[in-house]
């Protein structure tokens, strides 16, 4: 028999059958083996109608599963009238073909499904290059068993999971030498946009930046909303986020930052994606400060920090200057939890952006951060200085200010200031004793 036809697969509301090969050494795999797949085709849309989880050393080179596993596989798919099957296994194109031959259903894998929400999510013009160049790079190597056309990406489309929102600005004949010119072209007006933000991305130095970095769903844009109160998208989804956006930021003792939001990772984001989004991520590669979000509550807390900073490597992004921000501690039902984090991990703050906890502690610790340390100050200047004035409501602390009874005579000004801010301080008609 041959492959199934896949040109007319459209699995929004479909149902699906998920499976997965783990090491027997995964102990949280034991219990929660497909839980992020679920969360992942929940957001494609897709309705989970059974599951099945093979525990071995190594997949199967042929099928990823073992003989006996594919059979009851079968089963599974017949007595839940299943439609398609997802593995959490990212599959080679071997193993995609003999599974479809075998059960005579569409196969997608973990980097299938994620690069189909990416398409879903995209919408910038940036996002929908990125995107497509990630998935002709994906399809490239499986031609034989992907759709016969490869249509224009959707953009917000309700196609839902594989639903033909394939790469390419029009209908893409399945053939390489077609796909290697349009990759060509994806990588060459990539390269433009990046030359361009990092243009802008160095206009910036002038002013302090820092950008959110965790994994997906760790609640970022709500961070984001709650710092700067910016109308930004706050959803319970998977990659809700995409486009890097950025919002000034006041914080308290120390003055106005960029503040930017970035893409969410996820553990085994395919590398042809993460290599696309390079130029998203460089407002982080250049931020002064990194808050990496940390979804507290989740049991995979400690694994998704590691898959954060591992993909940070991989864009070349040192995490110099990091802080880790242990979000959404109300709805942590054991706060052992979080106390383990706190000690394996020395520079932390634990916050609920939803709920607004823990927002003064964190603007404190950022301050800090940014100015490389604090000093007391003593000031005198005229009772008619605005300008310091000013200054000193952006920038300072105020500890005191005694006004004179005598109009002619000095303000006296008690304060702290960020150590960095003192070169700016407006020096006429003043006078700066400062007390390290």
């Not at 080179?61 to 059979?71: A, M, N, Q, R």
């Not at 017949?78 to 995609?96: H, R, Y």
């Not at 690069?115 to 790079?137: G, K, P, S, Y």
């Not at 077609?178 to 990759?183: A, F, N, Q, S, T």
Request: glycine share 8%; charged share 30%; hydrophobic share 40%.
């Amino acid at each position: 028999m041959g492959d199934p036809k896949r040109d007319s697969l459209n699995v929004a509301s479909q149902r699906a059958v998920l499976a997965g090969v783990f090491h027997p050494d995964d102990g949280f795999a034991r219990t929660n083996a497909l839980d992020e797949l679920k969360g992942l085709v929940k957001t494609a849309g897709v309705e989970v109608v059974g599951e099945l989880v093979q525990f071995r050393e190594t997949p199967t080179p042929s099928t990823c599963l073992g003989s006996g596993k594919v059979e009851e596989l079968k089963q599974l798919m017949e007595a839940t009238d299943a439609q398609m099957v997802i593995f959490d296994n990212n599959l080679t194109p071997s193993q995609g073909r003999s599974l479809e031959q075998e059960l005579q259903k569409p196969i997608l894998d973990r980097s299938e499904v994620i690069l189909d929400i990416f398409a879903t999510h995209a919408r910038t013009h940036e996002a929908m290059l990125q995107v497509e160049l990630a998935q002709l790079m994906y399809y490239r190597t499986r031609l034989k068993r992907m759709w016969t056309h490869l249509e224009r990406i959707g953009g917000g489309g309700t196609g839902g999971l594989g639903a033909g929102r394939g790469p390419g600005e029009k209908q893409l004949e399945t053939d390489r030498r077609l796909i290697d010119k349009r990759i060509a072209e994806l990588k060459a007006r990539l390269r433009e946009v990046e030359e361009r933000r990092v243009r802008t991305v160095g206009l910036r130095r002038e002013q302090p930046t820092v950008s959110l970095v965790g994994y997906t769903n760790a609640g970022k844009s709500t961070l984001m909303r709650a710092l700067t109160g910016a109308d930004v998208l706050v959803e319970d989804k998977l990659f809700a986020t995409l486009d890097t956006r950025t919002r000034r930021w006041h914080v308290n003792a120390f003055g106005d930052v960029l503040l930017s939001d970035t893409v969410g990772f996820v553990r085994n984001l395919p590398h042809h994606l993460v290599a696309s989004f390079r130029s998203t991520l460089e407002e982080a590669r250049h931020a002064d400060l990194l808050l990496h979000v940390v979804d507290a509550s989740n049991l995979e807390a400690e694994r998704q920090i590691s898959t954060v900073y591992e993909v940070l490597k991989e864009l070349g992004i040192e995490p110099k200057n990091v802080l880790l921000v242990l979000n959404k501690v109300d709805r942590v039902s054991d706060q052992s939890f979080v106390d383990v984090l706190r000690r394996r991990y020395e520079d932390t703050v634990t916050i609920s952006a939803a709920e607004g906890l823990g927002l003064d502690r964190l603007n404190a610790v950022v301050a800090e951060r940014l100015s490389g340390g604090f000093v007391e100050a003593e000031i005198e200047t005229g009772v008619g200085n605005g300008r310091l004035f000013a200054w000193l409501n952006q920038h300072a602390e105020e500890h005191s200010r005694i006004y004179p009874d005598d109009a002619s005579s000095r303000v006296r000004i008690s304060c702290r200031l960020p150590r960095q801010a003192v070169g700016s301080i407006p020096r006429e008609d003043t006078v700066v004793n400062l007390h390290n």
